[in-house]
């Protein structure tokens, strides 16, 4: 059965560092996006994407943060300067529709900002 | 108010029990609207969408809408220790671009 992947599963970096998440979303889907879940916390929305071009993001995906599609396989979050209250799991989701059927999640990558 | 809460539980019960697990939501124009299941430290795993209202089953689970209330439910028949994790629900904004969860319900089935 077709999965989302991301890579690193878990990864430190020190305050102020540059970060790039990486996720390899279901082959025949179209929209991909991004949220993150803070440790018992809800999972909250950060960006969508699609067709080359953000098509929403959250009050969360401020400056630091950007995203791209660099190739037709692989889909990348980068935080450009780290701060300790990014520490997270993120996780990357596509989906074949827009606003119908579901999001498929990939297994995370656990963020830890020292 | 909240778009989407959920009561965060815990709920036990015991293995071989009908599990109810549901959620309100604020925004009467949802139209979309999902169930994920969660283990520790691990993605959101989808189990079941539903479009307006009325029921939908797959297998051990059945999703339920009332949009008169506002209500979603998840039914799991005949619940197993497996079957423990948290049980997220979601809906679709009115772009239909990004999800908003609830805070979720984390299940204990005990043996």
């Known amino acids: 059965e077709p999965e989302v992947t991301q890579t690193p599963s878990h990864q430190v970096t020190q305050m102020g560092q540059e970060v790039i998440l990486r996720c390899v979303p279901i082959s025949n889907h179209l929209y991909f996006y991004w949220y993150r879940q803070i440790l018992g916390q809800k999972v909250e929305f950060l960006v969508s994407f699609y067709n080359n071009e953000i098509s929403e993001k959250s009050e969360i995906f401020d400056d630091q943060f950007s995203v791209e599609r660099p190739d037709g396989s692989n889909f990348t979050l980068k935080i450009r300067s780290t701060k300790l209250e990014d520490s997270a799991m993120y996780f990357c989701a596509s989906s074949a529709d827009r606003g119908q059927g579901g999001q498929y999640f990939g297994p995370g990558t656990r963020l830890t900002v020292t | 108010q909240k778009e989407v809460e959920q009561d965060p539980g815990p709920l036990s019960v015991p293995e071989g029990a009908i599990v109810s697990l549901n959620c309100t939501y604020s925004?009467?124009?949802?139209?979309?609207f999902m169930w994920y299941r969660q283990y520790s430290r691990k993605g959101p795993e989808l189990l079941m969408y539903?479009?307006?209202?009325g029921n939908k089953e797959d297998g051990r689970f059945t999703a339920q809408v009332d949009k008169s209330s506002k209500y979603i439910s998840l039914f799991i028949r005949d619940s197993q220790p497996s079957d423990s994790a948290t049980y997220l629900c979601?809906?679709?904004?009115?772009?239909?671009?990004?999800?908003?969860f609830g805070g979720g319900t984390r299940l204990m089935v005990k043996p």
């Open positions: 539903t479009y307006s209202s």
């Open positions: 925004n009467s124009a949802f139209q979309y």
């Open positions: 979601a809906t679709y904004n009115n772009a239909g671009n990004m999800l908003t």
